[in-house]
């Protein structure tokens, strides 16, 4: 018998103990079918494959469950464009303020720039103080918001893959820094479905200035089927070609519908297997009921005068803040007819470099002192109004940029350069801690150092709220199973309620 077998190795090759053993081992099968068969066996584990959603193709924007039940009902994703300084804002540095204006300790590495070469460490340009019962460090930069920090989850640790506008904000809205992606909120429609017949489940609202550098691939579908597109609404815009002829009389004009109706219907029950068909009907509907609802949610005209003074809807002396607070109050009302995704754009690139956006390089002072006053009131005022309504209770809101900014100036600039490698985000509403502070930078507000969280991590998160898996919600294209998350992102659970 060979000398190098072990014990159990040696049993096997004695006839009976093998017999034996088979034996046993055939006992085993079959008394674990019979406890199978009386499910007296523990739960197996549910199966770890793609789950796609089941859609309807005459009704694929018809609501459907989610993989576990939610804590949110609805998300509102508040973008601002340009890369908003956290330093300036959000992530108070007491040995920022102390070490300014001076080089930048040797941190082991060389930092990496997007403009050029970086000068000394400059504090914020704005004084901090502790807001609200939590005693929360904002900056007087954003005064409205910073009393609703007992409100908010503050993210302090998040990161990005790319210094450079266009792939991080593709980022932030896909998860990918390439084009071609879905963005979060076609992904939302697809798994979820809208909880209203007569909106988009995806409404975008882009600035009264214009769209973010990337435009509409903020909103995209992708190669998910362009029906879980978001849909561009804006307040200030109306939607052209709504109205009814003024040679059509109103009866005429339901008589025509309800013609092609039956006509539509008719057609169907000659192809009954003709899913194609039926989306084309289904999406055609939408648009007619799209035309009815679309004015009135748009149409403004209702809110009380103290309601547009909360938003800042009403301040003559600045137009541009009036028109995004508006934009402010038409995410509301969206969000109140069951509009299940709202993205809101504050900043645009139509105006050039930090002329329209938070893209402070060369004067951050002078550049965020026109933008500031735009995003505070109208924001502070949503997140006030959404919770005295009610609608915080069932809606999340995140609060994002595409990266961050450095703790030095630019040599010889008075502006921050781009810095993914930390920045702060934040959520409030449906599932998440409130007057919460996850992770951090270090103390110069420069790098994640505790709790590193990732854009991934972060889509996981909502992903999450909203009652779905992110690692089992997919799409099959070109042979890949894909996912908002890619192969990636972890919930952080640290952040919920």
């Known amino acids: ?16 103990d093998f017999l034996a053993g088979s034996a046993t081992g055939l006992g085993g099968v079959a008394l674990a079918a019979l406890l199978g068969g009386n499910n007296l ?32 009902s609805r998300v509102l994703v508040i ?44 504090r914020p340009q704005w004084e901090f103080r502790p807001r609200g019962e939590s005693g929360t ?12 920090a007992d409100e908010m989850c503050f993210i302090h640790s998040m990161t990005a893959k790319s210094n450079t506008h266009g792939p991080g904000e593709n980022q932030m809205a896909t998860g990918f820094t390439l084009d071609g992606f879905p963005s979060m909120g076609a992904w939302v429609s697809y798994a979820l479905g809208s909880e209203c017949d007569d909106l988009p489940a ?47 009389s109103p009866e005429n004009d339901r008589a025509t519908r309800a013609f092609l109706a039956r006509l539509n219907d008719d057609h169907l029950q000659r192809h009954p297997g003709d899913t194609e068909l039926a989306a084309r009907i289904a999406s055609y509907e939408l648009a007619a009921r799209m035309q009815l609802a679309a004015p009135a949610v748009a149409d403004l005209s209702a809110e009380s005068p103290a ?12 137009p541009t803040k009036a028109r995004f607070a508006r934009n402010c109050i038409l995410a509301r009302r969206l969000l109140e007819q069951g509009v299940r995704f709202v993205q809101l754009f504050n900043g645009s690139y139509a105006m050039g470099e930090g002329v329209g956006n938070w893209d402070g390089h060369r004067s951050l002072v002078q550049q965020y002192s026109i933008h500031a006053p735009i995003l505070d009131q109208p924001v502070a005022g949503l997140l006030r109004d959404l919770k005295q309504r009610g609608l915080l209770d069932d ?79 997919s799409f099959y294209h070109n042979g890949i199973e894909r996912r908002l998350t890619d192969v990636h992102g972890q919930v952080i659970h640290q952040v919920l309620g």
């Open 202 to 248: 995806f409404v975008a609202i882009p600035d009264p200035r214009g769209v973010p550098q990337v435009g509409p691939r903020q909103w995209a579908a992708a190669f998910l089927p362009a029906v879980f597109q978001g849909t561009p609404l804006s307040a200030d815009k109306p939607i052209p070609n709504l109205a009814r002829p003024a040679t059509l």
């Open 395 to 473: 809606t999340l809101v995140a609060f994002v940029t595409e990266f961050g900014r450095m703790p030095t100036f630019q040599k010889g600039a008075s502006g921050r350069d781009h810095n993914p490698a930390g920045f702060t985000i934040f959520l409030a509403g449906a599932g998440v801690r409130r007057a919460h502070h996850h992770g951090a930078t270090d103390s110069f507000g420069h790098r994640a150092v505790e709790n590193v969280c990732s854009v991934y991590d972060l889509h996981a998160t909502i992903l999450h709220l909203l009652g779905l898996d992110h690692t089992r919600l």
């Open 41 to 72: 066996l523990g739960a197996s584990p549910p199966p770890a494959g793609p789950l796609r959603p089941l859609i309807d193709p005459a009704r694929p924007c018809h609501a459907r469950p989610p993989h576990f039940p939610p804590r949110a």
């Open 307 to 318: 309601t547009l003074a909360l938003y800042g809807a009403d301040d003559a002396t600045n």
């Open 137 to 148: 460090m904002t900056s007087d930069l954003l005064p409205h918001l910073g009393a609703l």
């Open 79 to 122: 973008f601002c464009s340009g890369a908003l300084s956290h330093i300036d804002t959000f992530d108070y540095k007491p040995e920022l303020i102390r070490r300014h204006d001076t080089p930048m300790p040797d941190i082991g590495e060389k930092l990496i720039t997007f403009q050029g070469e970086n000068g000394n460490l400059i």
């Open 1 to 16: 018998m060979a000398p190098h077998l072990s014990f159990a190795g040696r049993q096997l090759l004695d006839r009976r």
